[in-house]
C-alpha cells in the first residue's frame, strides 16, 4: 500500500531524532566515563599524597596519638615480617648516623630490604643529575623513599613529583618530622601525657630543625615553651609569630642555670650545629654558652627528663649520663618504634592490622 509523501518524510524525522539522540547517549556516557575516570586518579592521587610524611604540621592531634599507639605496639614486638618483599629505598645528601640507621634497622627489623646511599657523592647527582630525576628513578625500584636533603623544601618537593611515598629525614634546618615523632612517643612514655607540659628548649634553636618541628607538634597540647638560646642562636620570629597565632605559651631566656630550669618537665638540648654556620668564628663564639651539667639537677622535678636529639658535642656534660633524669639514649632507641610506625601507615599498615599480625618473630 502506497504511504504518502508526508508520513515517508514524519517517519524520517522520527528516525533521525532518534539516531541523534542515541549518539548523543553515546558521547555523553563516554565523557562521564572519561571524567570519572580523572576523578578517580585525581582521588588516587589525593590518597597517595596523604602517605607522604613530609612535615609534622599536618598532623591532627588524634594521628599523632595513633601514631605514637602504633610506635607502642612495635616496642612490644619489633621482629616482624609485616614488609616482606617491600624494598625502602635510604637517600641520604647529608650524613647522618642514629636517623639513618634507626630507619634502615626499622626496615630491617619488619623484614624489608634496603637500597641507596649515604654519600650523594657516589651517586649521579655527582655528575648533574637533578633531584627530580634521582626520585623518579629510584621510585622504580622502592615502595617507600626516605630522603634527608641539605636544602630546606627538598622532601616537599620530592613528594610532589614522586609516585611512592616519602618520608622527611630532615631537610635543612627547616623541619625534622619523624625526628619529632620519636620525640614526642620518649616525652608521652616518661610524662604519661603530652598534655599542659612546661618544655625547655635550650641551645641552637635558630638552626635546630628539631625543635622547630617539636613546636608545631605540640601546638595540641597546650605546652609552655620555654626558650634559652644566645642572640645569635635564638628562636627564629617565625616560630615565635607561630606560637602566637596557635595560642602556644613561650618565655625566652639568656639565663641557664638550677633556678630557670627548676620547673621544667622536660628539658630539650640541642648542639650549636657547626655546618650551618658561614661564619666559623661566629660558632667560637656560642658554641660553649650552655651547658648542663650534673650539679644543675638537685632541685629540679622528679618526673623531669633530659632530652637530646643527638649527636652531642659537649653540650651535656658527661657526668649526666648516669642522672635518672638522662633519657637522651632510650630516646634514640624510641626512634626504631616511631619509625616502623611511620613505615607501617605510609604503606597503608593499620593499628587494627598490626595488633592481628601474625608475622611476629619472637
Known amino acids: 500500500m502506497y504511504e504518502p509523501l508526508s508520513h515517508q518524510c514524519l517517519n524520517y524525522k522520527i528516525t533521525a531524532k532518534i539516531q541523534f539522540f542515541s549518539l548523543l547517549y553515546i558521547q555523553i556516557r563516554k565523557i562521564i566515563l572519561i571524567l570519572a575516570c580523572k576523578i578517580e586518579n585525581v582521588l ?174 605540640m601546638r595540641h597540647f597546650n605546652p609552655t615553651f620555654h626558650f634559652i638560646a644566645p642572640k645569635e642562636l635564638a628562636m627564629p620570629n617565625e616560630y615565635k609569630l607561630y606560637c602566637k597565632n596557635h595560642g602556644i605559651k613561650f618565655q625566652e631566656h639568656t639565663a641557664f642555670n638550677e633556678k630557670v630550669i627548676a620547673d621544667a618537665d622536660i628539658i630539650y638540648m640541642t648542639r650549636v650545629q657547626k655546618e650551618r654556620f658561614s661564619d666559623l668564628m661566629e660558632y667560637e663564639r656560642v658554641k660553649d654558652v650552655y651547658i648542663l651539667k650534673n650539679d644543675m639537677l638537685g632541685n629540679v622535678k622528679a618526673n ?21 633524669h638522662a633519657y637522651y639514649i632510650q630516646q634514640a632507641q624510641n626512634g626504631l618504634y616511631a619509625r616502623q610506625a611511620l613505615f607501617c601507615d605510609v604503606l597503608g599498615i593499620t593499628l587494627e592490622d598490626v595488633k592481628k599480625d601474625k608475622t611476629i618473630i619472637k
Open 304 to 324: 623531669m627528663r633530659i632530652l637530646h636529639p643527638l649527636p652531642r658535642v659537649n653540650e651535656i656534660a658527661y657526668d649526666v649520663d648516669d642522672n635518672p
Open 44 to 217: 588516587m592521587s589525593m590518597q597517595m599524597k596523604q602517605r607522604d610524611f613530609v612535615t609534622i604540621a599536618d598532623l591532627s592531634k588524634e594521628k599523632i596519638q595513633y601514631l605514637i599507639d602504633l610506635s607502642q605496639e612495635f616496642e612490644k614486638h619489633p621482629n616482624r615480617e609485616l614488609l616482606k618483599g617491600k624494598v625502602i629505598a635510604s637517600l641520604f645528601f647529608e650524613p647522618s648516623t642514629r636517623t639513618r640507621l634507626s630507619f634502615e634497622t626499622a626496615a630491617n627489623r619488619l623484614g624489608a630490604r634496603i637500597i641507596g646511599f649515604s654519600d650523594a657523592k657516589a651517586t649521579s647527582v655527582s655528575k648533574g643529575e637533578t633531584l627530580k630525576d634521582t626520585i623518579l628513578m629510584v621510585a622504580n625500584y622502592a615502595d617507600v623513599i626516605v630522603m634527608r636533603h641539605y636544602i630546606e623544601g627538598a622532601a616537599q618537593y620530592a613528594s610532589e613529583v614522586s609516585p611512592v611515598p616519602i618520608i622527611n629525614a630532615g631537610d635543612g634546618a627547616h623541619m625534622h618530622p619523624s625526628q619529632c615523632m620519636l620525640d614526642l612517643y620518649s616525652i608521652y612514655k616518661t610524662q604519661g601525657t603530652l598534655e599542659n607540659l612546661n618544655i625547655y628548649l635550650v641551645g641552637d634553636l635558630k638552626y635546630g630543625r628539631t625543635v622547630h618541628s617539636l613546636i608545631m607538634a
